[in-house]
């Protein structure tokens, strides 16, 4: 399922730690768009391309582009901005705001903000936060775990046990991130970022207990916010009729969005030692990373073996 973010403008400046100027009419306007414009044609009273679904910043150097022309023309480009109805206009640390400003603020409702940092400072920060609240996000159903720095998607049809294997990971030292559904967006192609939705974030649904806070259980230790996602891990009941690797020779993906990631199918039979598996499947994923292929090393000295053995017989 595609969800589709959008962030309100009055979360959008607690979260920048913003001062409202003027415009407070327009709080619950909502950004859509990651972008930031920068109004320096719009003051020169060229609008052509003004998109007005993004945030407006205006900087030191806009400003007093601004302010080098008549005051008639000043007021009318204001006025001409904030008519198009932008979500939020916001001044940068140092700009001299002038009461034109706070007039049309008001006039079109437009939440106007200042900010406490420079002006690169702030397009820095407010892009990366726009990036990130807004980004697209696919949900999908499975558990996501920190296992030792390897971020491990759970999958497998319902009540194959990912909740009971995630509590088992935790017990073992590892790191919740999200039971049950998994928001995973891409900052960009070979960079997956999973999270817990909002209202589930530290939970965990375990079947005949119900309802688990897991840093209330476990402490603040036991949980994070979000990891990028290296690694999935399909859980399949066993089938005796079924091929499974037994080498690890088999490189099986899955893809979100533009990225593939590993996938490792762990067959489920009652007695193995499930948490077990998925942490030794993670482990050795981060050891590729690194370098060191098992499977591959084995197979080198089955082969080495085998080409000595054919020159002893000659």
Known sequence: MI????????????????????GGGGLDAVLTEDEISRPGLEFNGYFNYFKNSRLVLIGSKDAAFLFTQSYDIIKNNVHELYKRKPPVVVFSKNVIIDGIFYEVANTYNVATFRSNLPTTQTSSKLYTYLQDALAERISIHGTLMDINGMGTLI???????????????????????SDDLVEIMEKEPGNLIGQAPELIKRYMEIRGIGIVDVISMFGIGAYRERKNIRLVVELQSWNEGK??????????????????????????????PVALLVESAAMNEK?????????????????????RGGNNDN
Do not use: M
Request: net charge positive; no cysteine; aromatic share 8%.
């Open 3 to 22: 969800i589709i973010k959008t962030v309100t403008v009055r979360k959008f400046a607690e979260d920048n730690n913003l001062e409202l100027l003027a």
């Open 155 to 177: 999958i497998g049809k319902s009540g194959i046990g990912k909740s009971e294997t995630a509590l088992d990971l935790i017990k073992r030292g590892h790191q919740l991130i």
């Open 243 to 272: 091929y499974y690797d037994r080498l690890g020779l088999d490189h099986l993906t899955i893809k979100y969005f533009n990225t593939e990631i590993t996938k490792v199918i762990v067959p489920v039979l009652p007695g193995r």
């Open 287 to 307: 050891l590729k990373f690194l370098g060191q292929n098992s499977a591959l090393d084995f197979i080198t000295k089955v082969d080495s073996a085998a080409a």
